[in-house]
């Protein structure tokens, strides 16, 4: 393949996707969908019978290469992601948060772990672990959205969807850190085999990670503040992050046996947070990624996965079917119950539960980890993209109708201007104290 040829499929995936992105945002959902739906217009192409047309846009060569502008895209988001996790947060919902994460993580993954389990068997346990580790993540940035236009995101659910898929991520990550760990380390898919002398060894080669990885960090910390108050705003602080970004995700895969999205992720949290140039960072890999890689990403997803929409049989239909209500029941109640116990009333929980319930970017880096590691069928994709679909309408849909419901009703309780009106009319009709005592 000629270097230049991968220019046509380029700028098809840039044109479909910055104007599918601009009609779902119009619709008031992520542009994410509207890049997913490009790619898979894109690869509906490849059912057409004109060989020159499908050799220039789904040549082996051009997937590859595609497949590797991906991989530097879904650092790249992660990385991103990491500099905007405020740690800090945190504090705002205490305890709160922490429980309504639990709850959010434990009944999703077991959902999904038990509905692998019932259709590809129990003995599958790594499997369906992974299964189930895909249903954990959250992504509320459609959720803030709405809340925002409400005017509700300082209220009490505001603050604690948000604070809570801070942590929701982390551990997110940690959950897949570990088992993308075993997988890699060697163990076996059945029974619990898996869980070996050898993953022990996965284990410690995680924690080994995360203390280097955190060592390192402060070193880096370190360096970025002496760069900030040299020269401000400086080109060389954004280069040297995605330096250490790329670094990070390397030494996380090739050495330790952690996911390298693990790795870009905890880069972004120890290079963001309280460093003063975090949102320049942040500015300059959101423009370089979601400029050229992220679309890239996002689109591939839709052209590497259309033909699967064919290949799903009877019994996998079922289980995406399953699969889908465990997805959006998992956070809704999860979370809800979370809320629940930390003394919200039944109707703020319910609105936690849905503002967690939403999945955009996050659940399909995770689907595309374990499909890499061969425990999740690829067959699942459709199945996510219509989780992304489904809860990023349902979700702005049912919280403006439940926060307008409870503003009429309270518009409805209030005393009308006439009856207030008449009330301090015959208040000063009637004679004061003064007045009656001077009678």
């Not at 993580?105 to 672990?129: D, H, K, R």
């Not at 995101?153 to 993308?180: E, F, Q, R």
């Amino acid at each position: 393949m000629e270097a230049f040829e991968i220019l046509l499929p380029l700028a098809l995936i840039f044109l479909l996707a910055k104007l599918m992105g601009l009609g779902t945002h119009k619709l008031g959902m992520p542009a994410v969908i509207g890049m997913l739906v490009a790619g898979i217009l894109i690869g509906v192409l490849e059912f057409i019978p004109w060989e020159p047309l499908r050799h220039a846009l789904f040549s082996d060569e051009i997937k590859y290469a595609l497949k590797i502008m991906s991989k530097i895209g879904v650092v790249l988001i992660m990385f991103s992601a990491g500099l905007g996790t405020d740690l800090k947060k945190l504090k705002q919902t205490g305890v709160a948060a922490i429980v309504i994460t639990a709850f959010g993580v434990i009944v999703p993954m077991l959902l999904g772990w038990l509905t692998a389990s019932l259709f590809f068997g129990f003995e599958n346990v790594l499997s369906n672990l992974f299964y189930g580790a895909i249903l954990t993540a959250t992504s509320v940035s459609v959720t803030v959205a709405v809340l925002k236009e409400l005017g509700k995101l300082d209220s009490k659910v505001g603050t604690s969807v948000i604070a809570a898929a801070v942590i929701d991520d982390v551990i997110g990550i940690i959950i897949l850190s570990v088992l993308t760990g075993f997988s890699s380390g060697g163990g076996e898919n059945t029974g619990w085999h898996w869980f070996s002398p050898n993953a022990g060894m996965v284990v410690i080669k995680i924690i080994i990670f995360f203390i280097a990885a955190i060592g390192l960090g402060i070193l880096l910390r370190m360096l970025f503040n002496a760069m900030e108050r040299k020269a401000p705003h400086n080109r060389r602080v954004p280069i040297i992050s995605l330096a250490a970004c790329f670094f990070y995700a390397y030494i996380a895969e090739k050495i330790f046996g952690v996911a390298d999205i693990t790795g870009a992720y905890l880069a972004g949290i120890l290079l963001g947070g309280t460093l003063a140039e975090t949102p320049y960072v942040e500015s300059k890999v959101d423009q370089m990624g979601y400029l050229f890689f992220s679309p890239i990403f996002f689109a591939n997803i839709g052209i590497s996965n259309i033909q699967l929409f064919n290949s799903i049989n009877v019994q996998f239909l079922a289980f995406g079917a399953v699969f889908f209500v465990a997805a959006l029941l998992g956070k809704l109640l999860g979370c809800g119950l979370g809320a629940k116990i930390c003394k919200f009333n039944y109707r703020d929980s319910f609105r936690v539960g849905l503002g967690m319930m939403v999945r955009a970017e996050v659940i399909l880096i995770c689907t595309e980890k374990g499909v890499a590691c061969g425990l999740v069928d690829p067959a699942v994709y459709p199945f996510v993209i219509l989780i992304i679909l489904v809860s990023s309408v349902l979700t702005p849909v049912l919280l403006k109708t439940s926060y307008r419901r409870e503003d009429k009703l309270n518009l409805m309780k209030r005393p009308l201007p006439e009856q207030t009106a008449s009330a301090s009319d015959e208040r000063s009709t009637q004679p004061t104290d003064t007045e009656n005592k001077s009678n």
